[in-house]
């Protein structure tokens, strides 16, 4: 698990959720959360980078990074958070600050998940759920929608077009662009599935998948303490 910074912790009250407060976890080859960067932004990074270690293979050995991974980052590939994080630490301990990681969420042009090819364009970091499409989103979730135990794709079916709509819409509104259908079902009500991705982050910022039915689905804990009666009301 990566470790949070100490002064996230009034913004994780207040329902704002950060690169760095996602939680990683990994498989054998691959874990949830990879990152392409804007093309200028990464030909600085790694240049910077290289500028301290002279060579990949210094780089990767100072950065604890598998020499393959690293190449296949600078190369071709997008980066794993994990990594991404070592890059971010060891170059602002030389001073890139413009490498730190809330600069690095300013430039990403998309997330995607280790397991599926599926993106998120332009994600808005850092992800506010504490707006109106945060509380409709997440009032969708809980009742009429669920996150799959084994699919972890966040899913929403209702008899209500215009909802469903307005369910896709305040996605978008939360966590960048992405391309989805909504579907209309043999008993006349209207579905939709998101990324696999937005399920993995919902779960790594504390949504528990699966029936909620069976699991008792604890909410957000934002939502104890938030004061905005408009954005209670939206929830409700």
Known sequence: MLKKSNNKKSELELGIFHLLDLKVVKNIQSEQFYFGLEQNYKSSLFRSALSISHNIRNLAKDTNINYFNLWDSIKRTPISLTNLVKLSNYLTKYGFNKFDLETIQKNLEYIKGGFTDEKIFNPKFPFNLATKSGMRFIAHIYHDGSIGAENRQPHFRNKSLEECQEF????????????????????????????TVIGDIMISIGYTKGDKTKNNAKTFRFLDTINDKELISVFL
């Open 168 to 195: 896709l819409q305040d996605t978008k509104n939360i966590f960048g662009n992405f391309y989805r259908k909504i579907k209309k079902n043999y008993d006349d009500t209207y579905s939709i599935h998101l990324p």
